[in-house]
């Protein structure tokens, strides 16, 4: 018996000899500083990156020959800072954010405090020349300082550094806005203070023709700031998934040594073999084998399954579960990046650091997009100089085309759904690899479950008994159980184990005799009993009676197992066995039928068993007595017929269908190469996760796809209001950061995805 899930201690690289090294990256501000620090990464021999902007975070593939020292190094050559994440800090992303909010937040503040009265003044010296005083400009200087100067510093050293890099980013054009709009404003004031403004009222907020700047430069400052304080905060808010998993595990751990004694330790000094204490309402510390005790186990934070489980001695237990009502002694087996919780943590780390084909594209625009931001801006100055516009005026539009242009949206639109989604997921028992999984979920039509093990629950019980006159139920199930007591066959294993549940203490079995195949042999109470195949009885000249026969056909007709049993050469009775159908199964397939796909039951059973099951659960076509390496085939000639194909399965033999498959699902329980070849796995042992899986990659899609609307959306539009003089450079600082909340404020609805509130049209929009 196992609790919980089974995930691999790792995920297999293509090349053994390569490692996997995570760097946290610091100092990015938007995609293309993304792009550069995976560039000059990738420029590396023997390496292959991939960074992520929203996480801030590059999962890097190397030889042995490349150092950590040399990835650490590129990054810095790149303009940026780094540091290797510890196994221990795998899904601790909170300190980081943290800290970086806490600072945005107190440049901020003073940004909006000062901001305010600068901007009432400047206005009003601009439009009422006759209340200026001596000194005015000093003051207005006096409020600007400390926000272009103490609360825009991040953005003027980062664009420095990229300076000295001959390299640009948001930050370029921020600094830039900055400075160019101060300069300007020191200018008109003492230069141009005696000149009169042309126009007034709302026309000077909406075209700021006349207007002194340094409104513009704190106002701009403090949208940005504000911009990537709330960014900050909800990248904190859509990693929280992964840092509820990260805090399961424990910090120390009470060891029992060899004497009886106790000994609380840190969980990083207990070894495999060593066997440690688990009190009521205590955390597992590691994945192990319960040798003593006996406690209903909480395992909703591993799985999302509320209902608990019940662990006694040999069971299987997870770290990062509760004991909830009794006291365990477990023998650990798994210990720290190989148990099952560490597994959990790297796949979610994983999957937020993919990247999707079309955010590749967007971030290579972003790479080109800041250096053709600022070559348009001087085009606008010029062109309104060339074509009779005052320099004010040409000044304002390419001081606008400077400020609105900020590809921060376009670099958070993928990466902040993925999180998001990544981290739901993982609460209801959805992990997704990577991207492309969560692409494929688009296009599948058809979706192919495996039968034992996934449809059913792959444990043979007892379903019915079926007495002959002169016996009972509990006579017949008494007799059977004690010989099938001494077999080791399935079959035999269900049936004693059913007469146990029923009848308790069973007599005992002597002279046992088994014959492969058919059936076994023992004396039972001084009573010869046989029990078998209807083939054993039919070939030695025993007739059944009737009503043994008639419930034979019936039962043999939907797919069940008969075993006959006589005692001193008379039948007594019929015993139905059969591996169950999961309470699950039937409503997972309408859900996929609901979401508009074709369901098919790939099984090595025979015709009949598979063909019952299937009309038991509604399956609408069933292939039946597939051999196991046959089963990739049977996969591929339907992707050969036009089909995008999903494989659902848990064993061994299903890992070459699963990988053959356009999308692959694992079955949580299941086997780690079942999990190893999956796209998708789903952690609860239910069927009903195959349909939430669906609708959850496919809201995820949408809310990629509508991110992205937005943020070309935003800067295909606000570029040429801006060239044309139509936008305030304040206003368009707004605009700017607001872009970038939106994508964000987007992403997080997703932490409130709930699958039975995804309508069926939202999922063929989707589609």
Same mark, same amino acid.
């Given at each position: 018996?196992?609790? @919980?899930?089974?995930?691999?201690?790792?995920?297999?690289?293509?090349?053994?000899?390569?490692?996997?090294?995570?760097?946290?990256?610091?100092?990015?501000?938007?995609?293309?500083?993304?792009? $550069?620090?995976?560039?000059?990464?990738?420029?590396?021999? @023997?390496?292959?990156?991939?960074?992520?902007?929203?996480?801030?975070?590059?999962?890097?593939?190397?030889?042995?020959?490349?150092?950590?020292?040399?990835?650490?190094?590129?990054?810095?050559?790149?303009?940026?800072?780094?540091?290797?994440?510890? =196994?221990?800090?795998?899904?601790?992303?909170?300190?980081?954010?943290?800290?970086?909010?806490?600072?945005?937040?107190?440049?901020?503040?003073?940004?909006?405090?000062?901001?305010?009265?600068?901007?009432?003044?400047?206005?009003?010296?601009?439009?009422?020349?006759?209340?200026?005083?001596?000194?005015?400009?000093?003051?207005?200087?006096?409020?600007?300082?400390?926000?272009?100067?103490?609360?825009?510093?991040?953005?003027?050293?980062?664009?420095?550094?990229?300076? $000295?890099?001959?390299?640009?980013?948001?930050?370029?054009?921020?600094?830039?806005?900055?400075?160019?709009?101060?300069?300007?404003?020191?200018?008109?004031?003492?230069?141009?203070?005696?000149?009169?403004? =042309?126009?007034?009222?709302?026309?000077?907020?909406?075209?700021?023709?006349?207007?002194?700047?340094?409104?513009?430069?704190?106002?701009?400052?403090?949208?940005?700031?504000?911009?990537?304080?709330?960014?900050?905060?909800?990248?904190?808010?859509?990693?929280?998934?992964?840092?509820?998993?990260?805090?399961?595990?424990?910090?120390?751990?009470?060891?029992?040594?060899?004497?009886?004694?106790?000994?609380?330790?840190?969980?990083?000094?207990?070894?495999?073999?060593?066997?440690?204490?688990?009190?009521?309402?205590?955390?597992?510390?590691?994945?192990?084998?319960?040798?003593?005790?006996?406690?209903?186990?909480?395992?909703?934070?591993?799985?999302?399954?509320?209902?608990?489980?019940?662990?006694?001695?040999?069971?299987?237990?997870?770290?990062?579960?509760?004991?909830?009502?009794?006291?365990?002694?477990?023998?650990?087996?798994?210990?720290?990046?190989?148990?099952?919780?560490?597994?959990?943590?790297?796949?979610?780390?994983?999957?937020?650091?993919?990247?999707?084909?079309?955010?590749?594209?967007?971030?290579?625009?972003?790479?080109?997009?800041?250096?053709? *931001?600022?070559?348009?801006?001087?085009?606008?100055?010029?062109?309104?100089?060339?074509?009779?516009?005052?320099?004010?005026?040409?000044?304002?539009?390419?001081?606008?085309?400077?400020?609105?242009?900020?590809?921060?949206?376009?670099?958070?639109?993928? =990466?902040?759904?993925?999180?998001?989604?990544?981290?739901?997921?993982?609460?209801?028992? *959805?992990?997704?690899?990577?991207?492309?999984?969560?692409?494929?979920?688009?296009?599948?039509?058809?979706?192919?479950?495996?039968?034992?093990?996934?449809?059913?629950?792959?444990?043979?019980?007892?379903?019915?008994?079926?007495?002959?006159?002169?016996?009972?139920?509990?006579?017949?199930?008494?007799?059977?159980?004690?010989?099938?007591?001494?077999?080791?066959?399935?079959?035999?294993?269900?049936?004693?184990?059913?007469?146990?549940?029923?009848?308790?203490?069973?007599?005992?079995?002597?002279?046992?005799?088994?014959?492969?195949?058919?059936?076994?042999?023992? *004396?039972?109470?001084?009573?010869?009993?046989?029990?078998?195949?209807?083939?054993?009885?039919?070939?030695?000249?025993?007739?059944? =009676?009737?009503?043994?026969?008639?419930?034979?056909?019936?039962?043999?007709?939907?797919?069940?197992?008969? *075993?006959?049993?006589?005692?001193?050469?008379?039948?007594?009775?019929?015993?139905?066995?059969?591996?169950?159908?999961?309470?699950?199964?039937?409503?997972?397939?309408?859900?996929?039928?609901?979401?508009?796909?074709?369901? %098919?039951?790939?099984?090595?059973?025979?015709?009949?068993?598979?063909?019952?099951?299937?009309?038991?659960?509604?399956?609408?076509?069933?292939?039946?007595?597939?051999?196991?390496?046959?089963?990739?085939?049977?996969?591929?000639?339907? $992707?050969?017929?036009?089909?995008?194909?999903?494989?659902? @399965?848990?064993?061994?033999?299903?890992?070459?269908?699963?990988?053959?498959?356009?999308?692959?699902?694992?079955?949580?329980?299941?086997?780690?190469?079942?999990?190893?070849?999956?796209?998708?796995?789903?952690?609860?042992?239910?069927?009903? %996760?195959?349909?939430?899986?669906?609708?959850?990659?496919?809201?995820?899609?949408?809310?990629?796809?509508?991110?992205?609307?937005?943020?070309?959306?935003?800067?295909?539009?606000?570029?040429?209001?801006?060239?044309?003089?139509?936008?305030?450079?304040?206003?368009?600082?707004?605009?700017?950061?607001?872009?970038?909340?939106?994508?964000?404020?987007?992403?997080?609805?997703?932490?409130?995805?709930?699958?039975?509130?995804?309508?069926?049209?939202?999922?063929?929009?989707?589609?």
């Amino acid at each position: 018996m196992r609790l @919980g899930l089974a995930l691999p201690p790792g995920q297999p690289d293509a090349d053994a000899d390569l490692r996997e090294v995570e760097l946290s990256v610091s100092g990015m501000t938007c995609a293309a500083c993304a792009a $550069r620090v995976e560039h000059r990464l990738n420029r590396l021999d @023997g390496v292959r990156a991939t960074v992520n902007f929203a996480t801030g975070r590059a999962q890097v593939t190397a030889a042995p020959a490349v150092g950590d020292e040399s990835l650490v190094r590129a990054v810095v050559q790149a303009g940026y800072d780094a540091e290797l994440v510890e =196994p221990a800090r795998l899904g601790d992303t909170d300190d980081g954010d943290s800290g970086r909010a806490r600072d945005l937040w107190r440049r901020l503040i003073l940004s909006v405090v000062l901001f305010v009265p600068l901007a009432d003044l400047s206005i009003t010296f601009t439009v009422l020349p006759q209340w200026r005083f001596t000194g005015w400009q000093w003051l207005l200087i006096g409020l600007a300082a400390p926000v272009i100067g103490w609360a825009a510093w991040p953005f003027h050293r980062a664009a420095a550094r990229n300076l $000295r890099r001959r390299a640009a980013s948001m930050d370029t054009l921020v600094s830039l806005g900055i400075t160019a709009s101060s300069a300007w404003s020191v200018y008109a004031m003492f230069v141009q203070a005696e000149r009169p403004s =042309p126009v007034s009222g709302v026309w000077l907020l909406l075209r700021s023709e006349g207007a002194i700047y340094l409104e513009v430069a704190a106002g701009l400052t403090a949208f940005v700031l504000a911009g990537r304080y709330f960014e900050a905060k909800a990248r904190r808010n859509a990693g929280s998934a992964l840092r509820e998993l990260a805090a399961l595990q424990a910090k120390n751990v009470t060891v029992v040594l060899a004497d009886g004694a106790r000994r609380s330790v840190p969980i990083g000094e207990l070894r495999v073999g060593q066997r440690f204490l688990v009190r009521p309402g205590g955390t597992i510390a590691t994945d192990g084998r319960v040798v003593e005790g006996r406690a209903a186990v909480d395992t909703s934070t591993m799985t999302g399954e509320s209902v608990p489980v019940e662990a006694s001695e040999n069971t299987e237990v997870v770290g990062g579960t509760v004991a909830l009502d009794g006291t365990l002694v477990v023998e650990a087996t798994r210990i720290g990046r190989d148990t099952q919780l560490a597994a959990m943590l790297r796949l979610v780390s994983q999957a937020q650091n993919g990247d999707a084909r079309v955010q590749r594209l967007v971030d290579r625009i972003s790479a080109f997009f800041v250096p053709a *931001v600022l070559v348009l801006s001087v085009l606008t100055l010029v062109g309104w100089l060339a074509f009779g516009g005052s320099v004010e005026r040409s000044f304002s539009a390419a001081l606008a085309v400077l400020v609105i242009a900020c590809p921060c949206a376009l670099g958070l639109a993928t =990466p902040t759904a993925l999180m998001v989604a990544s981290g739901r997921g993982a609460r209801l028992g *959805v992990f997704i690899k990577g991207y492309q999984a969560m692409e494929s979920t688009r296009t599948i039509d058809t979706v192919v479950l495996d039968k034992t093990g996934t449809v059913t629950t792959g444990r043979m019980s007892v379903v019915d008994v079926q007495p002959t006159e002169g016996a009972s139920r509990a006579e017949v199930l008494q007799l059977a159980g004690a010989v099938e007591d001494a077999s080791e066959h399935p079959i035999g294993t269900a049936i004693t184990s059913a007469a146990r549940s029923e009848l308790g203490e069973l007599p005992s079995v002597s002279g046992f005799r088994a014959e492969p195949g058919l059936g076994a042999y023992g *004396v039972v109470l001084d009573h010869e009993i046989v029990v078998g195949r209807a083939t054993l009885f039919t070939e030695r000249g025993v007739r059944l =009676p009737r009503v043994i026969e008639n419930a034979r056909v019936a039962w043999e007709r939907q797919g069940r197992t008969t *075993v006959v049993v006589s005692r001193d050469s008379e039948v007594i009775g019929l015993l139905a066995v059969s591996d169950l159908v999961k309470p699950s199964a039937a409503p997972a397939v309408a859900e996929l039928h609901r979401l508009g796909l074709r369901t %098919v039951l790939l099984t090595g059973d025979n015709e009949e068993t598979a063909r019952a099951v299937g009309a038991e659960i509604g399956i609408q076509e069933v292939v039946a007595g597939v051999l196991p390496g046959d089963k990739a085939r049977e996969v591929a000639r339907l $992707r050969a017929e036009g089909h995008t194909v999903a494989v659902v @399965g848990d064993g061994v033999n299903d890992a070459p269908a699963l990988v053959t498959a356009d999308l692959g699902m694992a079955i949580g329980a299941g086997t780690d190469v079942a999990i190893d070849a999956a796209d998708l796995i789903l952690v609860r042992d239910e069927l009903t %996760v195959v349909p939430d899986a669906v609708r959850l990659a496919r809201a995820a899609l949408w809310t990629i796809r509508g991110n992205l609307f937005w943020a070309f959306g935003y800067n295909v539009a606000a570029l040429p209001l801006a060239a044309a003089g139509l936008l305030n450079p304040l206003i368009a600082g707004a605009a700017m950061a607001v872009s970038s909340l939106f994508v964000v404020s987007n992403s997080l609805r997703l932490r409130k995805f709930s699958p039975a509130a995804v309508p069926s049209s939202a999922d063929q929009v989707v589609q």
